[in-house]
């Protein structure tokens, strides 16, 4: 036996904090640190699925809250990036979905808010950006999803499969088929 002695506290506090917490994130912060640097990535992420900004906070808000709840069910702390993107991109499609969405979609633009003229060297680009704004918002909001996570986020098929709960061969259709949407979308009038 060493001479060492071991604080009891110590030992009850090391204790708590792994029965509070998912296995390696041994302190809440650490949620909390994650949280803080992904922010806004989450946003972007949420914003392209329910195509409103202010869905997109609320589905993240959303998002957030349900993982603060189910924290301790992440089991593996290299996980916590897609477990927070399937959380929030599952809230964006409800949210996307709901009727209080769709109308502030229909009626448009809020009071107060105008356009914002792009400076003049991007000028040219504007109609292309614009246009891929169109058609993107075309899309259902699973095509949105999958699009959003795979080509946006950089996640596998399969990894996209897990993050929205469907099949990765109903993942690949929904690709395909919003890939051949937006390229008919985006096609030059007379080529």
């Not at 060297?121 to 918002?137: C, D, H, K, S, Y």
Request: net charge positive; hydrophobic share 40%.
């Amino acid at each position: 036996m060493s001479g060492e002695m071991t604080n009891p506290e110590s030992t009850k506090t090391v204790a708590l904090d792994r029965a509070i917490a998912p296995a390696g994130l041994r302190a809440e912060s650490e949620l909390g640190a994650f949280v803080i640097e992904h922010y806004d990535r989450l946003l972007r992420l949420a914003r392209l699925v329910c195509r409103d900004g202010a869905d997109a906070g609320d589905a993240v808000q959303s998002g957030l809250e349900q993982a603060w709840r189910q924290r301790a069910a992440l089991r593996d702390p290299e996980r916590l990036r897609p477990w927070l993107d399937r959380i929030v991109v599952r809230e964006a499609i409800r949210m996307g979905r709901s009727p209080r969405s769709w109308l502030r979609r229909a009626v448009g633009l809020r009071p107060g808010i105008a356009w914002i003229e792009p400076p003049d060297a991007a000028a040219e680009q504007v109609p292309n950006w614009t246009a891929l704004r169109i058609a993107f918002g075309a899309l259902s909001h699973e095509q949105r999803a999958v699009v959003a996570l795979h080509l946006y986020a950089g996640y596998s098929v399969i990894e996209t499969a897990e993050l929205v709960g469907a099949p990765p061969e109903t993942v690949r259709s929904r690709l395909r088929l919003a890939k051949s949407r937006l390229r008919r979308e985006l096609e030059e009038p007379g080529s």
